[in-house]
C-alpha cells in the first residue's frame, strides 16, 4: 500500500495512493501520517473516502510535515563512495559499525518542493540519493533478526549536504547536513510487505543525467543491521525516519567537482517506490 500526505482544496490530508490509476484517496478521519501508521489495514482501506483524485490534483508533501524528532542518516554505507571520497579529507578506516549523524526536522520538505541553494551559507551544495525506512514499531535493542517487522514503510530521499558547512564545524556533520529544506521525502510511503529492502535501484539525475546508479545489495549495513545498531540502548519510536546512505557519484568527488546551481533539477528515484522532482532555487 502507498500512503501520501497531500493538500487538496485548502485542506491537508493522508490519503492512499493508487499509482498505476495515478490517483489518491483520503482516509477518513485520520489527520496525520503517524496516525496512519497506527492503524491496520483493514481499518484504512474501510475508511477510504470518495471522491478518488486524480494525482495532478491535488499537491503531495512530504510524509511526515513534521517529523518527531530528527532524521537518523547512516554515512559511507556503499563502499565504492567511501572510495571516491578519499581524496578530500583525512585518512580514515572504513568503520565496523555505521557512521551515524542526523538531519534537522526542519530539513524535510516535499517529493516536488524548490530546495533553497543557501548561497550565503554554503558554495558546495550536494546531492545524496538514498533508500528511506520509517519505523513503525518501536523498540530499544531489536535483534537484527527482527528488525525488519519494526519496518513501517520505506520511500525515496535526497541527503542534500553542504560540503563546505559540514567541513567547517569540527568535523561534525549536522550543520552541513541541516540546511532548511533539504531533505526532500516522498513522494509517498510504500508499505514494508511491498517492498524488499535489498532489491532496489537508487538513482539520482542532475538535469536529466545520471548521477548516481547503484543497487542496495551492495549496502555495507543492510536495513536490518542499521535498525538493530540504532536502536541499541536507545528507542526508536513510531515514525523515526533513517535514510541508509548514498551511492557513489556526490558531485564533491567528481573531477572537477559539480554543485547545485540555481535552475537545476534533481530527480530521485528508488525503484518501486516513486521519484522525486526538485529544482533548485535561489
Ligand atoms: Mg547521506
Known amino acids: 500500500m502507498k500512503l501520501a500526505t497531500f493538500s487538496c482544496d485548502g485542506a491537508i490530508g493522508v490519503g492512499v495512493v493508487d499509482d498505476a490509476r495515478q490517483t489518491i484517496q483520503r482516509v477518513h478521519g485520520a489527520a496525520s501520517m503517524l496516525e496512519l501508521a497506527q492503524l491496520p489495514v483493514s481499518e484504512i482501506l474501510e475508511r477510504l473516502e470518495e471522491p478518488r483524485r486524480r494525482l495532478d490534483e491535488v499537491r503531495l508533501l512530504a510524509p511526515f510535515l513534521q517529523p518527531r524528532r530528527n532524521i537518523f542518516c547512516i554515512g559511507w554505507n556503499y563502499l565504492a563512495h567511501f572510495e571516491e571520497g ?9 568503520p565496523e559499525r555505521p557512521s551515524i549523524f542526523t538531519k534537522a526536522t526542519t530539513t524535510v520538505c516535499g517529493p ?26 518501536g523498540g530499544a535493542d531489536i535483534a537484527e533478526q527482527d528488525a525488519l517487522e519494526h519496518v513501517f514503510a520505506y520511500a525515496v530521499a535526497n541527503d542534500i549536504s553542504a560540503r563546505d558547512v559540514q567541513r567547517a564545524h569540527g568535523g561534525q556533520w549536522f550543520k552541513g547536513k541541516s540546511l532548511d529544506g533539504t531533505c526532500p521525502l516522498g513522494p509517498w510511503l510504500t508499505t514494508s510487505d511491498e517492498v524488499d529492502p535489498a532489491a532496489l535501484n537508487v538513482t539520482c539525475r542532475l538535469n536529466g543525467q545520471t548521477m548516481q546508479h547503484a543497487h542496495t545489495r551492495q549496502m555495507i549495513f543492510p536495513v536490518a543491521r542499521i535498525v538493530a545498531e540504532l536502536s541499541r540502548g536507545m528507542t526508536l519510536l513510531s515514525g523515526d525516519v533513517i535514510l541508509t546512505g548514498t551511492p557513489e557519484g556526490i558531485g564533491g568527488s567528481r573531477v572537477p567537482p559539480v554543485f547545485l546551481q540555481a535552475g537545476d533539477v534533481l530527480e530521485t528515484e528508488v525503484s518501486g517506490l516513486g521519484k522525486l522532482r526538485n529544482r533548485i532555487v535561489p
Open 112 to 137: 516536488y518542493d524548490d530546495v533553497p541553494l543557501h548561497a550565503g551559507t554554503t558554495e558546495r551544495l550536494d546531492w545524496e540519493a538514498e533508500l528511506a525506512v520509517v519505523i513503525g514499531r
Open 86 to 94: 578519499k581524496d578530500t579529507r583525512p585518512p580514515v578506516e572504513l
